[in-house]
């Protein structure tokens, strides 16, 4: 009865390759994001939509493109895979983007990207 | 800048001791501040959630408290346990826009 899953939980790939990570959340939330925490820890925000809609599109490069089927689902496809990619992705989901500032966020457990 | 720093970075104590962790934001206008627990391979888990207004909130062994006017906040931990080992991570939330991240605490609880 997992809140948030992705998968794969670990990618290793080799440089040049595209990869996609899914997610799923069903705790009928209207809002999911994807985050991406490098070695320092930082977790930074890359998208966010809202019942399939991009609401937040921070600078990243467009390697990275999200797809939102529907709004129980988020996944992350990236192409031409680089060295700097390699970090863990986290995949949340939250119930009212406006007011995001109000509202919890749940977090996958992480996808561990190695890019080699 | 919206900024959020934790201190330590990184810290060692022994099961059954207490220990306080910091954060201090500035970000400004402030809506609420959130801690997280983050174990090892996991996503964070949140521990406890303070509107401005709100000077501690407690959730079991957890008690964290917030300055709004000197934009501090701090996480004690009580009775430690070997399972309170893990990444403690501060998060301020803006009135409005997204959530500011600290890069976090490592806490690591030894028998």
């Known amino acids: 009865d997992t809140a948030v899953s992705q998968t794969p939980k670990y990618l290793v790939t080799q440089m040049g390759n595209d990869k996609s990570i899914k997610c799923e959340q069903n705790l009928g939330h209207d809002t999911m994001y994807w985050y991406k925490q490098d070695s320092k820890k930082f977790l930074k925000i890359m998208f966010s939509y809202n019942n399939k809609e991009l609401i937040i599109n921070e600078t990243v490069p467009n390697r990275f493109s999200p797809k939102s089927p529907d709004k129980a689902h988020l996944n992350l496809h990236i192409n031409s895979l680089e060295l700097g990619d390699s970090a863990v992705y986290f995949c949340?989901?939250?119930?009212?983007?406006?007011?995001?500032?109000?509202?919890?966020?749940?977090f996958g457990q992480g996808t561990r990207l190695t890019v080699v | 800048k919206n900024q959020v720093e934790q201190s330590p970075q990184s810290l060692i104590i022994l099961e059954g001791k207490n220990c306080t962790l910091q954060c201090n934001y500035t970000v400004s206008p402030f809506s609420n501040l959130r801690w997280y627990k983050q174990d090892t391979g996991r996503g964070p888990v949140s521990l406890t959630i303070?509107?401005?207004?709100?000077n501690t909130k407690s959730n079991g062994r957890y008690t964290a408290t917030l300055d709004a006017d000197t934009k501090q906040s701090s996480l004690h931990i009580t009775a430690s346990q070997l399972s309170d080992s893990a990444s403690y991570i501060c998060?301020?939330?803006?009135?409005?826009?997204?959530?500011?991240f600290g890069q976090g605490t490592e806490l690591s609880v030894k028998p």
């Open positions: 949340a989901s939250s119930q009212d983007r406006l007011r995001q500032g109000d509202t919890e966020a749940f």
């Open positions: 998060v301020v939330s803006p009135l409005r826009g997204k959530l500011i």
């Open positions: 303070m509107t401005f207004s709100e």
